[in-house]
């Protein structure tokens, strides 16, 4: 309506004979008893009644969130998931751990690698492998210079080479010179209440690695061998064993020993599987399946306020349908039998939510009584055992490429950008004219309504002179 017929409409509503009540036609129009309208008032509520196809845009785009959020957090726990399952399957995982329990570890202890042979094996440790060391006569103190004087160090290999002081170098100076030289020993200073050494220690332990040190003048430095280098000397299941290192691989296929100290009888090094390590994967294997059911099945239950934001997306259904399946898988051995053909046998079952609980008395006794047949549950007999099942159905839901999960969010995101688009193309083609019109409009009436006083006024003076010249 434009302001001219505004006008026409509030005089148009007069009942009065000899005037207007411009107080009954405020009071009709704003509710106030001076004229004027709120012309921001009405543009923002007509422009909310317009954005009302807007709002239910950003209704969509609020649900997309809503959903791109949870089908990321059950990316996640799937993600887990299947982390426990490439763990159970691999040749260097849990399955494969080799733990080592020595009858004396104050003798000796040891570590395996994944996949060693189990069994138990017998050491004597005769005596240990030493690093050769020489030390030289005291003097006052480290900064002491040294008298002028020669002396010669030999490595194990036949090099040499002569050092020389010249009355001015001391200690320190010397041990520099001496572990810079490449001859595979370090020299330092040792102090005591005595006074100062140089003290030569060889780099490497066993008979290899022995030097010597030979003066010009012995009563200058006054060199003495403290420690003579020998090889470790031990016996392995009754094999003599000769080793330069305290550490010594290749005695037993897989087996590090560490040799701590001399033995008068043989120590046992049982060599088994670590079952702790393997008990602990599969309850890791379990509490994160448990906590991506519950993620899956929560989509599907309505708390009162309705389901999950994906209780309609077919990526969570098959989700579904696949993590209950997959607790049905059997092994089922091409020779032989097995004592796990299943996840009951294992001490673990399904509770009436679609969760696992294990029978840790069950678990750990198989482990302990049949462990080659919970690895070949796991592994199968190629690496295609249950872990490896639920693995490649969970790779169709992970794949970055053309997994479900990629798909569907990559369908989410088109979605919310092309309503995006929609909403801005909305503010401005059709918002941006509309209030520029409105606002127009509503302030022209406006004018008009804070002219209407005068206006009223010479009408009702007009139409006074009237009547007084009929009367």
Same mark, same amino acid.
């Given at each position: 309506?434009?302001?001219?017929?505004?006008?026409?409409?509030?005089?148009?509503?007069?009942?009065?004979?000899?005037?207007?009540?411009?107080?009954?036609?405020?009071?009709?129009?704003?509710?106030?008893?001076?004229?004027?309208?709120?012309?921001?008032?009405?543009?923002?509520?007509?422009?909310?009644?317009?954005?009302?196809?807007?709002?239910?845009?950003?209704?969509?785009?609020?649900?997309?969130?809503?959903?791109?959020?949870?089908?990321?957090?059950?990316?996640? $726990?799937?993600?887990?998931?299947?982390?426990?399952?490439?763990?159970?399957?691999?040749?260097?995982?849990?399955?494969?751990?080799?733990?080592?329990?020595?009858?004396?570890?104050?003798?000796?202890?040891?570590?395996?690698?994944?996949?060693?042979?189990?069994?138990?094996?017998?050491?004597?440790?005769?005596?240990?492998?030493?690093?050769?060391?020489?030390?030289?006569?005291?003097?006052?103190?480290?900064?002491?210079?040294?008298?002028?004087?020669?002396?010669?160090?030999?490595?194990?290999?036949?090099?040499?080479?002569?050092?020389?002081? $010249?009355?001015?170098?001391?200690?320190?100076?010397?041990?520099?010179?001496?572990?810079?030289?490449?001859?595979?020993?370090?020299?330092?200073?040792?102090?005591?209440?005595?006074?100062?050494?140089?003290?030569?220690?060889?780099?490497?332990?066993?008979?290899?690695?022995?030097?010597?040190?030979?003066?010009?003048?012995?009563?200058?430095?006054?060199?003495?061998?403290?420690?003579?280098?020998?090889?470790?000397?031990?016996?392995?299941?009754?094999?003599?064993?000769?080793?330069?290192?305290?550490?010594?691989?290749?005695?037993?296929?897989?087996?590090?020993?560490?040799?701590?100290?001399?033995?008068?009888?043989?120590?046992?090094?049982?060599?088994?599987?670590?079952?702790?390590?393997?008990?602990?994967?599969?309850?890791?294997?379990?509490?994160?399946?448990?906590?991506?059911?519950?993620?899956?099945?929560?989509?599907?239950?309505?708390?009162?306020?309705?389901?999950?934001?994906?209780?309609?997306?077919?990526?969570?259904?098959?989700?579904?349908? $696949?993590?209950?399946?997959?607790?049905?898988?059997?092994?089922?051995?091409?020779?032989?039998?097995?004592?796990?053909?299943?996840?009951?046998?294992?001490?673990?079952?399904?509770?009436?939510?679609?969760?696992?609980?294990?029978?840790?008395?069950?678990?750990?006794?198989?482990?302990?009584?049949?462990?080659? $047949?919970?690895?070949?549950?796991?592994?199968?007999?190629?690496?295609?055992?249950?872990?490896?099942?639920?693995?490649?159905?969970?790779?169709?839901?992970?794949?970055?490429?053309?997994?479900?999960?990629?798909?569907?969010?990559?369908?989410?995101?088109?979605?919310?950008?092309?309503?995006?688009?929609?909403?801005?193309?909305?503010?401005?083609?059709?918002?941006?004219?509309?209030?520029?019109?409105?606002?127009?409009?509503?302030?022209?009436?406006?004018?008009?309504?804070?002219?209407?006083?005068?206006?009223?006024?010479?009408?009702?003076?007009?139409?006074?002179?009237?009547?007084?010249?009929?009367?």
């Amino acid at each position: 309506m434009s302001s001219s017929s505004l006008l026409s409409s509030l005089l148009g509503s007069s009942n009065s004979s000899t005037g207007i009540n411009i107080s009954d036609i405020l009071q009709a129009l704003t509710g106030a008893s001076t004229p004027g309208i709120d012309v921001t008032g009405a543009v923002n509520a007509a422009i909310s009644a317009a954005e009302a196809p807007e709002k239910q845009w950003e209704a969509q785009q609020s649900t997309l969130q809503s959903q791109a959020t949870a089908l990321t957090a059950i990316q996640t $726990d799937i993600t887990n998931l299947d982390n426990d399952m490439q763990s159970l399957n691999s040749l260097t995982g849990p399955l494969a751990g080799v733990s080592v329990t020595s009858s004396n570890s104050s003798v000796v202890t040891a570590s395996a690698a994944p996949g060693t042979s189990a069994g138990d094996n017998t050491v004597t440790v005769n005596n240990l492998a030493t690093t050769a060391a020489w030390t030289s006569g005291a003097v006052a103190d480290s900064t002491t210079a040294l008298p002028a004087e020669s002396f010669t160090i030999t490595n194990g290999s036949g090099t040499s080479k002569t050092f020389t002081t $010249d009355g001015t170098q001391t200690l320190g100076d010397l041990a520099s010179e001496i572990s810079g030289a490449g001859l595979g020993v370090t020299a330092s200073v040792v102090t005591d209440t005595t006074g100062s050494r140089l003290s030569i220690v060889a780099s490497a332990s066993g008979s290899a690695s022995n030097f010597t040190v030979s003066s010009t003048d012995s009563a200058d430095f006054g060199f003495t061998q403290t420690v003579n280098a020998v090889n470790a000397s031990l016996k392995v299941n009754g094999v003599d064993i000769s080793s330069a290192s305290n550490t010594v691989t290749g005695a037993l296929p897989g087996v590090t020993l560490n040799l701590l100290s001399t033995s008068t009888s043989p120590v046992t090094l049982d060599v088994s599987a670590n079952t702790s390590a393997v008990s602990s994967a599969i309850n890791q294997f379990v509490s994160d399946y448990n906590t991506a059911i519950n993620a899956v099945n929560a989509q599907f239950t309505d708390t009162g306020s309705g389901e999950g934001p994906l209780a309609g997306d077919s990526t969570i259904t098959d989700l579904q349908n $696949d993590l209950q399946q997959a607790l049905d898988y059997t092994n089922t051995p091409t020779t032989g039998t097995t004592t796990i053909p299943n996840l009951t046998s294992l001490g673990i079952s399904v509770n009436k939510d679609g969760t696992l609980s294990v029978n840790s008395t069950t678990l750990n006794s198989v482990l302990a009584n049949n462990f080659g $047949d919970v690895q070949s549950f796991f592994q199968g007999t190629a690496l295609n055992g249950f872990a490896n099942t639920l693995d490649q159905q969970l790779t169709s839901f992970l794949s970055p490429a053309d997994g479900a999960f990629t798909v569907d969010l990559q369908s989410m995101s088109t979605q919310n950008t092309s309503l995006q688009s929609d909403i801005n193309n909305f503010q401005t083609n059709v918002i941006s004219p509309l209030q520029t019109q409105l606002q127009s409009e509503f302030s022209q009436a406006e004018i008009a309504l804070q002219q209407l006083p005068g206006e009223i006024k010479n009408i009702d003076a007009e139409l006074g002179e009237n009547n007084s010249s009929s009367n």
